[in-house]
Nanobody, 120 residues
Framework: QVHVEESGGGLVQAGGSLRLSCTGS????????MSWYRQAPGKERELVAA???????EYADFVKGRFNIFKDNTKNTLFLQMNSLKDEDTAVYYC??????????????WGQGTQVTVSS
């Protein structure tokens, strides 16, 4: 069955960097588009960044120029490089498998999340 697991979260000072990883199993990693979401306390889950079936990337306005999403299909891993972190980036970050590119249909698989805390 499909399984994704995030890692790499932690405590970082404002202005610092972190790299999140999402390792997948149980599916053909290269055939799926994936994304990162986040949820801060008391707020709704929101999209941070995504890959597409056309091998493009999309970013929320609040992370453009600071975050970079990329896949290493040889390692079945999705990454989120986060630079110039701000207090408001504090949240639980989730990995999602959102589209089966081979079949042309949506999918909805989530990891358990990893906590990112930015301190000023």
């Amino acid at each position: 069955q499909v399984h994704v697991e995030e890692s790499g979260g932690g405590l970082v000072q404002a202005g610092g960097s972190l790299r999140l990883s999402c390792t997948g199993s149980g599916f053909t990693f290269n055939n799926y588009a994936m994304s990162w979401y986040r949820q801060a306390p008391g707020k709704e889950r929101e999209l941070v960044a995504a890959t597409t079936c056309r091998r493009l990337t999309e970013y929320a306005d609040f992370v453009k120029g600071r975050f970079n999403i990329f896949k290493d299909n040889t390692k079945n891993t999705l990454f989120l490089q986060m630079n110039s972190l701000k207090d408001e980036d504090t949240a639980v970050y989730y990995c999602k498998v959102h589209r089966d590119c081979a079949m042309g249909r949506s999918s909805d698989y989530w990891g358990q999340g990893t906590q990112v805390t930015v301190s000023s």
